[in-house]
């Protein structure tokens, strides 16, 4: 069976939960809490050197890294990962996008309104350019999804799991969603999607 080493609270992490529900997937989960350092033990740096979640643990013992990277070895061979080449170059654009210009500002911002008590002085300094940049990115999926139901192709896929693992959650980094209504109806779109699970859920 599939081990999942992840965070509860974590984007990232839930797009890996998420899609295992939706393959239906069994698998074994181990909670790890960031915050009290339990990924950058020495146990946990075998698995993943990098200290973070989600891992996944494969049964032969090998261990993935990476939530995007774990989504794809997860969805080869399914509906969910194209097999047309421009399908598939534009799936990878838009985890690119999420990864690079998405997750580091609306994800980091939650993180940091969410979570810690109080910011850093550094933190509260560099906030405003990360919420600028979070409605940037915004702004680009509005656009296209005013014109498309899902990002790649007209169906769900694994670009629209991994952005919308935050952006359901922008709300908690202090976003205000209400200008996208766009964005709004297709995150409705992928709530409604068999074997959709929150979250919070548990499998």
Known sequence: MLTLYDFMGSGNGYKVRLLLAQLGTPYKLVECDILKG???T?????????GRIPTLQLEDGTHLAESDAILWYLAEGTRFAPTDRIARAKTLQWMFFEQYSHEPNIAVARFWRHYLSRLS??????LPERM??????????????????????????????????????AGEGGFNLDP????????????????????????
Not at 136 to 159: I, P
Not at 180 to 203: C, E, F, L
């Open 42 to 50: 020495p146990e946990f740096l075998v698995k993943n050197p990098n």
């Open 121 to 126: 002085p550094l933190q509260e300094l560099d």
């Open 180 to 203: 996208y209504p766009h964005t709004s109806a297709w995150m409705a779109r992928i709530a409604a999607q068999p074997g959709y699970v929150s979250m919070d859920h548990k499998n």
């Open 132 to 169: 600028n940049k979070g409605y940037a990115a915004l702004g680009v999926m509005e656009q296209h999804l005013a014109r498309h139901q899902y990002f790649v192709g007209g169906r769900y896929g694994l670009a629209d799991i991994a952005l919308y693992a935050y952006t359901h959650v």
């Open 38 to 40: 339990e990924t950058r």
